[in-house]
């Protein structure tokens, strides 16, 4: 398996601006989660789904912040319109449940560097 | 809310030296406690993880240990290697059957292994 895939793996832009960062699973994988990573405030959860299901939202930062999941094999988080502030690396990360077959065992995918100027 | 506290935020070994990571946790209901390794630039990878119903793990020179009572788990690496340079990372969650709740994250530790 190619593991967990995000895109674009860095991206600039201006304030203001539409972002859209977008994941793809590993396959099979029945949860989904998006951190965001800065010095700061180290690694926080945003949202994670189960089964395509938006299951916790309590850490995305404002209604800037949206995630969807279509389908089991692909996630999109957006941030409209962007803020310097939200610049940071942005990983998702995937895990199939013990109900799967699996063990709690989450994988991340390599990350988007995200700068807002 | 679940809290995790990390200490410490930084650790200089000397190559072959043994090296221990601690963390604790606040919520009693926590049962998962995963460690990861995030070497510069790079994504966060599991190592080593742990459940409640044990109170030891080890995988080669790698060994957590967890103690419910006190709310609190810990890495022990030895005989470290440069290789091992890395932020170091733990997590607490709570899953119960084929639920699955979210990791939250300690700070980081960033290990460094002197040769």
């Known amino acids: 398996d190619a593991g967990v895939i995000q895109s674009p793996r860095h991206e600039v832009t201006e304030m203001g601006q539409e972002v859209t960062l977008r994941c793809k699973p590993i396959?099979?994988?029945?949860?989904l989660f998006w951190y965001r990573q800065t010095m700061m405030r180290g690694l926080e959860l945003l949202i994670y789904?189960?089964?395509?299901?938006?299951?916790?939202d309590s850490g995305m930062p404002e209604d800037r912040f949206s995630a969807k999941m279509p389908n089991a094999s692909f996630s999109t988080l957006k941030i409209q319109p962007s803020e310097p502030r939200d610049s940071a690396v942005y990983f998702c990360?995937?895990?199939?449940?013990?109900?799967?077959?699996?063990?709690?065992?989450?994988?991340f995918g390599p990350g988007t560097r995200l700068t807002v100027t | 809310g679940e809290n995790v506290e990390q200490h410490p935020s930084t650790l200089s070994v000397q190559e072959g030296d043994s090296a221990v990571i601690k963390c604790t946790y606040s919520?009693?209901?926590?049962?998962?406690f995963p460690w990861y390794k995030q070497e510069l630039g790079k994504r966060p990878q599991l190592i080593i993880d742990?459940?409640?119903?044990?109170g030891e793990k080890k995988d080669q020179r790698i060994a957590v240990t967890l103690n419910k009572t006190a709310k609190h788990f810990s890495l022990h690496i030895t005989e470290t290697q440069p290789e091992d340079s890395a932020v170091y990372f733990c997590?607490?969650?709570?899953?119960?059957?084929?639920?699955?709740?979210?990791?939250?994250f300690g700070k980081g530790t960033k290990l460094s292994v002197k040769p």
């Open positions: 742990i459940r409640s119903n044990v």
């Open positions: 990360a995937s895990s199939l449940s013990r109900g799967g077959g699996g063990g709690y065992e989450q994988y």
């Open positions: 396959s099979g994988h029945d949860y």
């Open positions: 919520d009693s209901a926590s049962n998962y």
């Open positions: 997590a607490a969650s709570m899953n119960y059957g084929g639920s699955q709740g979210n990791l939250i």
């Open positions: 789904f189960n089964n395509n299901v938006p299951i916790d």
